[in-house]
Structure formats: C-alpha cells, structure tokens
C-alpha cells in the first residue's frame, strides 16, 4: 500500500464521473463578479470552496464529499458554488480579504457577497451536510451571532453554543476561548463542574500552561464528585500532553525530568506511565534513541490503529534492519488487533513478507483482499504480493517438513534461512505426542505455515541429547513444544496436543515479540508491572504450565472491584485457583447478574464451576468422615444452588457427599448415586469403572461398574469404554458377552486408527 487515507469516512469509490457530478454539486465557473451577479440575480446565498492545487484534502472533498447526492440536492437547491483556487488570478487577494489561512476553507456569503459562515477543514458528506444547514440558518451563521455577540442585547444560552461551535468550526480557536472565558467567569468557579461548563474547559482549556486547567487541579475532588474520575482524568492527561511539544523543542533535560514528576504527581500509576512515554518518545524523537522509545509508546501504551498502522508501514518503506521490522510488524498486528481493516492487514502482510515469514504474510494477505473487497478498495496491489508470496512459500503437500541432524547443525541452518526453530520435544511412549505426530502436523496447512516461518526439528528427550536438552530448558512434560529464534535462545513454549488451529495460533503468538513467553518473563523482571502486559504474560504461563499464582495476584490486585466483570480480567480470574479464592468467589456470586450481561452465561457457569468444584473437594476432604451437618457443609451447598443450574448443582452435592464418605461404609453408595444419577461424563463413568474393574472382586460392585459403564457408552460409544465393559463381562464370567463386545472395541479401534494390543490379548484370552 503506498497511500493510507485516514479520513476515508464517506468513501464512494469506483463510480462513473457523469453521473457522481450531476447528483453532486454543480460550481459555476466565471470571475467573483459574475457569481456575486448571479447570486444576487436568482436570490441565493453562495458557496465557496476555497482551495489550493496541492492540497491533499481538498481534492479529497472534490472525490468523495461534493459528489454526494444528499450534498448536491442541498447546495445546489440554495447556493450559487464556486470553486476558487487561493493561489492564482483574484485568489490571493480574495484569501487576503476573507483571512483564508489554511485549505480548504469553506466560505458562506449572503446573496449581496456579505460573508456569513465559515469552516475550515476537510468534510465527509454528512458533516457537509450540516455546515450547509448551518449556513442558511441565522441561528448558527458565524458572523452573524458574531455581530450579535457584539451588540448589547448580546446572545442567549442556546446561542452562545452556537456561536462557540461556530467559532471552533471555523478555526478561530483563540476567539473561542476568549468567549468561552467570559462565560465561565460569568458562571464562577464553584459551578464549573457542571457539565456544561466543564464541557467548555475540556474542550478550550485542555492545556496545562493554562489558569483554569491549575484551577481544576486545584479542587480536583469536588470536578471528580460531579462529573466521575475517569472524565476528569481525561482532562488532566490530555492538558499535560499538550505541554509536552514545548519540552520536547526546548530540549532542555531539567525541564524533562520536572515535568515528568509533574505527571506522576497528576495522574494516577497507569495514565502516568501513559503520558512519560508519550513525553519520553517526543522528547528522543529526533535522536538516535528515537526507535527504542517509539517502540515502548506505541507497544505498551498507544491504543490508536490508526497511529499503530501509520508507523508500521513507514518503517516497512524505510527500514531495512530486521530487530526494527520486527518492531514495526508487531505495532502492525496491534492495529489490526485493535481495528482490523483493509490498510493495516495489508501493512501487517507487506512487513511479514519483508521479514520472510511467508505463512504470516499470506494469510494477512488473503484477510486484506477480503476486507478491501467487501468496502470496494482497490486491492490490486495486495493480490499482486499475495502472488509474490505464494511464489516464495514451500510446498508442504504432506504437513511439516522436520529436518534431521543434531542440535547444532539445526541451529546453524535456521540462521542461514533467517527462520525460527520449532521444536517437538516428544518421548516415543507418549499417546498424545503419537496423535499430533499422526494427525495434526501432517495437516498441510499446517505444514505449509510452519515449513514458512521455521526450522522444524523433532527431539526424543529420552535420547541423545534430548536429557541434557529437557534440563536446561524445563521439559517436564510431554509433548512440550519449543520455539527458539534462530541463534537458539529459548523464545516460547507450550504444553499440550492442540489441534491445528491451536497450533497455529500457538506459533502466531512465538512469532510475536508481544507475546512470546521467555520475551514476556525478561520483561516481568525487569519490572513491568503494566495491566494488559501482565494479562500477555499470565496467559503464555498457563499454556506453558508454568505458576502464574504470583503474576494472577499481581495483576488482581491492581484491577478496582468494580472493573472484575469486565471480559479481560475475568478471563484472567479463570485461568488459576487464584480467582477461585473466596474474596473473588464471594463478589462474583453477589454480583453475578452483572458478571452474566457482561460475559455471558455460559462463562460464567464455567467459573462457578471451577471455582464451586475447588470448594467441593477443599470441604469434601476436610469433612471426611464427619458427614454432612457442618456449618462450612450447608453453607457450601446454599453456593452450589445459588451458583449452578439446579442439574449441575445437585451433580456437585453428589460428589461432595462422595468426597465425604470416602473411606467408610456409606462409600458405595453415594458413589453410585453421583454415577448413575447425576454424571453425564463419559469419561467420568469410564474412569470409575476401569477402576473398580482393577480394584474389586464383590460382584456387587462390579455389576454396579457395568451399569455405569453401559451408562458411559450411551453418552458416547469408543474404543475406550468398549475395551472397559469387555473386561468388566470377562471378571463377571460372562464369555460369550465379553468376546463379542472385545470384538466390537478392536473394531472401533481401528475405525479411529488406534492401537488395540491389549484388547487383543483379552479375546486370546477369552478364547484360551
């Protein structure tokens, strides 16, 4: 993309020229003369489109605004329009005259040449609209409430609005304020936090160096009182980073450290660290530390998609230094993140590609074409290097191509290709490291993804290497997937056999700088304490299945009570026993209508289910055969129907009751009562009659195991459940039952491409 149209708010692209003229609106041509005769002539007020040439906006206005139906029914029903360039033949004097400063500016004149309203700035069509509107009515015509103003009957309060939007409107932000003062001195200082009043200050007097904004400060508790902190907060960050150009010009490193502390003293922790960063990044701006700290704003603090794209692809044009496009790629996938949108996905895929991460690249690539099509951009180019990528992508027909060779050599191979390294740390007993082995890396979009953005590598940790390897880089469970940047150090890890399209977002995340896990641990340590970081780095330690306790109470403790519901805390409360603990438990449950409107039921449900099943086996075990008349009893089970559907909570009661009775006479039956009652897990019934098949010889209990296990079956028939009821048939002495149901296990076995050895040798067994 070589041009970014930020202010593309009405864009009516690719229509016929005839016909987006004749609905728009029609300029008469000929001298100031001639218009102001035929304005006069045909009664009409005139319509001035002051321009230059050059200016970008306002040929914009010309394609996009003026052609407008809507506008040209309007302008043309009751202006006489003129188009007049500023900068030849009787426009320099006509600017000098009407005190056009800046293009475009957009002139209202009476039928007799009287100016009457002006407007500065470039428009979309509906705000067009509404100039227009305000032009024909004296109500709102900026030099006529001007004169009014002047006059001694002066002007209302609805006027004074007026007035006050006309003059900001028409970029006479100094008169604004001189009348805004006026009113605000009329009004006294102990009524400025009302609303209207205070909307005046936030919108004239938004800067620091100013008396009102240190008169604001001053009685900050009683603005906060009337109009909320967030508000008010707003006012005060906005004042301080209006002063910030001054510092940043004056360059003077006393000033800078003073106004920094001028910030904290301000703001609270999180909008401070905001605004230092801003300060920090116009102070460095235009010195070689200019791309450390434009990374630290626009990473940690900036949520804007636009600012995020526009830095991004400035650094695609004029970069060349990997370390910096990886920089500017992240700023990119925040944007999008933040706004997807036809120019930051094809920002994102461009930098991508330049990074030679070609399975990034194209599916930013095909996301881009997809969103430029469906709002009628013209997505030429972005095809052109979706072709250019797909050209430079492996052909990965058969899912990922694992190179072979000792740890070393993969090292040196994946700085010779500029690509990261992928490991799957695996042990050749693992079932789980056997299914992704078999079903997910041969997946071909997942091959082709990982063939282009790494050196795949597989890795017995039980071999070789693979001991000294599991050591040092904490292998403790299996499959454990490894990614490393292509020097070898350890980048991101994750535990589990996801399913392709975990996979794949797994290594979106290592290809991130912003959530990659050991990138994320050095920062913690060096201090970053900021909200949205620690929510990165709680998330990566949950998939890696390393202890997030500390970073989860950090981060909770940070976050008001009032803002928990809120989807990304909550999320976060989910994710360890941390937010199951009773404080949080406590407020959820109180407050759970707000927690459902704000995240749904069905998430909800499941953190009282989480949250309700540790507290069934933290009383359930400190109970243990005492039975059930305890305080810590009732009141449990007055949670569990306040928590829980009335099925889910009478399915909790049961298991309670069974953790109770573990261990004494009464066992067996609560336990039976929570299987065949109220489990509908299949696993659940499998599990228990497994064990029970293993563990008793009372034909009682193990015909109680069947009804449970035919009950598993009912939920859903496998191998697994199949296998357990032909062995529960076979301790029975039911032969002719268990080696036709053995039978039917091996044959689903092998229906969902599975080992079934044992199974086997039960049958031999039977038959024997």
């Given at each position: 993309?070589?041009?970014?149209?930020?202010?593309?708010?009405?864009?009516?692209?690719?229509?016929?020229?005839?016909?987006?003229?004749?609905?728009?609106?029609?300029?008469?041509?000929?001298?100031?003369?001639?218009?102001?005769?035929?304005?006069?002539?045909?009664?009409k007020m005139?319509?001035?489109?002051?321009?230059?040439?050059?200016?970008?906006?306002?040929?914009?206005?010309?394609?996009?605004?003026?052609?407008?139906?809507?506008?040209?029914?309007?302008?043309?029903?009751?202006?006489?329009?003129?188009?007049f360039?500023?900068?030849?033949?009787?426009?320099?004097?006509?600017?000098?005259?009407?005190?056009?400063?800046?293009?475009?500016?957009?002139?209202?004149?009476s039928?007799?040449?009287?100016?009457?309203?002006?407007?500065?700035?470039?428009?979309d069509?509906e705000?067009?609209?509404?100039?227009?509107?305000?032009?024909?009515?004296p109500?709102k015509?900026?030099?006529t409430?001007?004169?009014?103003?002047?006059?001694?009957?002066?002007?209302?309060?609805?006027?004074?609005?007026?007035?006050l939007?006309?003059?900001?409107?028409?970029?006479?932000?100094?008169g604004?304020q001189?009348?805004?003062q006026?009113q605000?001195?009329?009004?006294?200082?102990?009524?400025?936090?009302?609303?209207?009043?205070?909307?005046?200050?936030?919108?004239?007097?938004?800067?620091?160096?100013?008396?009102?904004y240190?008169?604001?400060l001053?009685?900050?508790?009683?603005?906060?009182?009337?109009?909320?902190?967030?508000?008010?907060?707003?006012?005060?960050?906005?004042?301080?980073?209006?002063?910030?150009?001054?510092?940043?010009?004056?360059?003077?490193?006393k000033?800078?450290?003073?106004?920094?502390?001028?910030?904290?003293?301000?703001?609270?922790?999180?909008?401070?660290?905001a605004?230092?960063?801003?300060?920090?990044?116009?102070?460095?701006?235009?010195?070689?530390?200019?791309?450390?700290?434009?990374?630290?704003?626009?990473?940690?603090?900036?949520?804007?998609?636009?600012?995020?794209?526009?830095?991004?692809?400035?650094?695609?044009e004029?970069?060349?230094?990997?370390?910096?496009?990886?920089?500017?790629?992240?700023?990119?996938?925040k944007?999008?993140?933040?706004?997807?949108?036809?120019?930051?996905?094809?920002?994102?895929?461009?930098?991508?590609f330049?990074?030679?991460?070609?399975?990034?690249?194209?599916?930013?690539?095909?996301?881009?074409?997809?969103?430029?099509?469906?709002?009628?951009?013209?997505?030429s180019?972005?095809?052109?290097?979706?072709?250019?990528?797909?050209?430079?992508m492996?052909?990965?027909?058969?899912?990922?191509?694992?190179?072979?060779?000792s740890?070393?050599?993969?090292?040196?191979?994946a700085?010779?290709?500029?690509?990261?390294i992928?490991?799957d740390?695996?042990?050749?007993?693992?079932?789980p490291?056997?299914?992704?082995?078999?079903?997910?890396f041969?997946?071909?979009?997942?091959?082709?993804?990982?063939?282009?953005?790494?050196?795949s590598?597989?890795?017995?940790?039980?071999?070789g290497?693979g001991?000294?390897?599991?050591e040092?880089?904490?292998?403790?469970?299996?499959?454990?997937?490894?990614?490393?940047?292509?020097?070898?150090?350890?980048?991101?890890?994750?535990?589990?056999?996801?399913?392709?399209?975990?996979?794949i977002?797994?290594?979106?995340?290592?290809?991130?700088?912003?959530?990659?896990l050991?990138?994320l641990?050095?920062?913690?340590?060096?201090?970053?304490?900021?909200?949205?970081?620690?929510?990165?780095?709680?998330?990566?330690?949950d998939?890696?299945?390393e202890?997030?306790?500390?970073?989860?109470?950090?981060?909770?403790?940070?976050i008001?009570?009032?803002?928990?519901?809120?989807?990304?805390?909550f999320?976060?409360?989910?994710?360890?026993?941390?937010?199951?603990?009773?404080?949080?438990?406590?407020?959820?449950?109180?407050?759970?209508?707000?927690?459902?409107?704000?995240n749904?039921?069905?998430?909800?449900?499941?953190?009282?289910?989480?949250?309700?099943?540790?507290?069934?086996?933290?009383?359930?075990?400190?109970q243990?055969?005492?039975?059930?008349?305890?305080?810590?009893?009732?009141?449990?089970?007055?949670?569990?129907?306040?928590?829980?559907?009335?099925?889910?909570?009478a399915?909790?009661?049961?298991?309670?009751n069974?953790?109770?009775?573990?261990?004494?006479k009464?066992?067996?039956?609560?336990?039976?009562?929570?299987?065949?009652?109220?489990?509908?897990?299949?696993?659940e019934?499998?599990?228990v009659?497994?064990?029970?098949?293993?563990?008793?010889?009372?034909?009682?209990?193990?015909?109680?195991?069947?009804?449970?296990?035919?009950?598993?079956?009912?939920?859903?028939?496998?191998?697994?459940?199949?296998?357990?009821?032909?062995?529960?048939?076979?301790?029975?002495?039911?032969?002719k039952?268990?080696?036709?149901?053995?039978?039917?296990?091996?044959?689903?076995?092998?229906?969902?491409?599975?080992?079934a050895?044992e199974?086997?040798?039960l049958?031999?067994?039977?038959?024997?």
């Amino acid at each position: 993309m070589k041009l970014l149209i930020s202010w593309s708010l009405a864009l009516f692209m690719l229509f016929s020229a005839g016909q987006s003229w004749a609905q728009g609106i029609k300029f008469s041509e000929g001298q100031w003369a001639d218009i102001l005769a035929k304005a006069k002539k045909e009664k009409k007020m005139i319509f001035v489109d002051a321009y230059a040439v050059w200016c970008g906006p306002c040929k914009w206005m010309a394609k996009n605004s003026f052609p407008d139906e809507a506008v040209g029914e309007l302008f043309n029903a009751k202006f006489i329009n003129y188009k007049f360039d500023m900068e030849k033949g009787e426009g320099p004097e006509f600017a000098k005259t009407h005190k056009v400063r800046a293009y475009p500016t957009l002139l209202f004149f009476s039928a007799e040449g009287e100016l009457v309203h002006k407007v500065m700035g470039a428009k979309d069509a509906e705000a067009l609209l509404e100039d227009g509107q305000a032009a024909i009515d004296p109500k709102k015509q900026l030099y006529t409430l001007q004169k009014q103003y002047q006059s001694k009957k002066g002007l209302g309060k609805g006027e004074m609005k007026n007035y006050l939007d006309a003059l900001m409107n028409g970029g006479d932000y100094a008169g604004a304020q001189e009348v805004a003062q006026k009113q605000l001195e009329e009004a006294e200082e102990v009524n400025w936090p009302q609303e209207e009043n205070f909307s005046l200050i936030e919108e004239l007097f938004a800067d620091q160096s100013s008396p009102i904004y240190d008169k604001v400060l001053a009685k900050k508790a009683d603005f906060v009182k009337a109009l909320g902190e967030e508000k008010v907060n707003n006012y005060l960050k906005a004042g301080l980073e209006a002063g910030m150009r001054k510092i940043a010009q004056e360059q003077q490193e006393k000033p800078y450290l003073l106004y920094k502390e001028r910030i904290k003293s301000i703001l609270g922790e999180k909008e401070a660290a905001a605004s230092i960063s801003l300060l920090d990044l116009q102070y460095y701006f235009r010195t070689p530390q200019r791309d450390q700290y434009l990374h630290a704003y626009l990473n940690e603090h900036c949520e804007n998609a636009q600012m995020l794209n526009s830095y991004a692809w400035s650094y695609f044009e004029q970069k060349e230094e990997e370390k910096l496009l990886s920089m500017a790629y992240s700023w990119a996938k925040k944007s999008v993140a933040l706004a997807p949108g036809f120019a930051n996905t094809d920002t994102e895929a461009n930098l991508a590609f330049k990074l030679k991460r070609y399975g990034e690249a194209k599916k930013a690539a095909e996301k881009s074409i997809a969103l430029g099509k469906e709002n009628g951009d013209d997505v030429s180019e972005t095809e052109a290097l979706l072709k250019k990528i797909e050209e430079k992508m492996p052909k990965s027909a058969n899912g990922i191509n694992f190179t072979e060779g000792s740890w070393e050599e993969i090292k040196a191979l994946a700085l010779k290709e500029n690509k990261m390294i992928f490991v799957d740390a695996y042990a050749v007993w693992c079932g789980p490291c056997k299914w992704l082995s078999k079903k997910i890396f041969t997946q071909p979009q997942v091959g082709q993804h990982f063939d282009a953005n790494y050196i795949s590598y597989k890795f017995d940790m039980e071999k070789g290497e693979g001991p000294a390897f599991a050591e040092k880089h904490g292998v403790q469970a299996y499959p454990t997937l490894l990614f490393f940047s292509a020097d070898g150090e350890l980048l991101h890890k994750t535990v589990g056999a996801p399913d392709a399209p975990q996979l794949i977002a797994e290594s979106q995340k290592a290809l991130d700088p912003n959530k990659q896990l050991f990138s994320l641990k050095k920062r913690y340590e060096k201090g970053d304490r900021q909200p949205e970081f620690l929510r990165n780095y709680i998330k990566a330690l949950d998939a890696a299945y390393e202890s997030n306790v500390e970073e989860t109470r950090l981060y909770l403790g940070l976050i008001p009570e009032a803002e928990w519901k809120q989807s990304e805390h909550f999320e976060i409360m989910m994710l360890t026993e941390v937010g199951f603990e009773q404080k949080y438990f406590d407020y959820i449950l109180a407050h759970k209508e707000e927690f459902v409107a704000e995240n749904g039921e069905e998430t909800v449900e499941e953190y009282m289910k989480g949250a309700l099943m540790s507290q069934v086996h933290l009383v359930g075990e400190a109970q243990n055969g005492k039975g059930t008349k305890s305080q810590e009893y009732k009141q449990l089970v007055k949670n569990l129907n306040e928590g829980l559907s009335k099925d889910l909570a009478a399915y909790y009661t049961a298991m309670l009751n069974t953790i109770i009775h573990n261990g004494t006479k009464k066992e067996f039956k609560y336990l039976n009562i929570m299987l065949l009652e109220h489990s509908d897990s299949w696993q659940e019934l499998n599990e228990v009659a497994w064990s029970y098949f293993q563990t008793e010889d009372s034909k009682k209990k193990l015909k109680a195991a069947l009804k449970w296990i035919n009950k598993s079956i009912e939920l859903e028939e496998n191998y697994y459940n199949v296998d357990t009821k032909a062995n529960l048939l076979h301790k029975l002495g039911k032969k002719k039952e268990a080696l036709a149901t053995a039978e039917k296990a091996v044959e689903l076995a092998k229906a969902q491409g599975m080992e079934a050895e044992e199974t086997k040798a039960l049958i031999e067994k039977i038959k024997g």
